[in-house]
């Protein structure tokens, strides 16, 4: 069974940064597409990032291009998402998932294992 644990979430300023991770246990992250969503308050849980099995290819939301930076260890079994220039906006549940197969994608319905989130709060 895969195990994804989400981790780095917290309270932040505006235009501040965090790194949040997320941790693969029960089956290797290796090969397998990895993707970054979020849930704001209220609202639909919408897509941010995702990674290729071999990091070859990398798709952002236009929300959060060129701000955030999703990267993965295969060798620690870990995904990244770097967030900077945070906005309150941004403001969130963040999830990591894993696909079945190599090919990123941003639709939610495409991923197979989900992790338990981790809350980011962007605020003054």
């Known amino acids: 069974q895969v195990q994804l644990i989400e981790s780095g979430g917290g309270s932040v300023q505006p235009g501040g940064s965090l790194r949040l991770s997320c941790a693969a246990s029960g089956r290797t992250l290796s090969n397998y597409a990895m993707g970054w969503f979020r849930q704001p308050p209220g609202k639909e849980r919408e897509f941010v990032a995702a990674?290729?099995?071999?990091?070859?290819?990398?798709y952002y939301s236009d929300s959060v291009k060129r701000r955030f930076t999703i990267s993965r260890d295969n060798a620690k079994n870990t995904v990244y998402l770097q967030m900077n220039s945070l906005k309150p906006e941004d403001t969130a549940v963040y999830y990591c998932a894993q696909r079945r197969i190599t090919l990123p994608t941003a639709s939610k319905d495409q991923y197979d294992f989900w992790g338990q989130g981790t809350q980011v709060t962007v605020s003054s």
């Open positions: 990674i290729s099995g071999s990091s070859s290819f990398t």
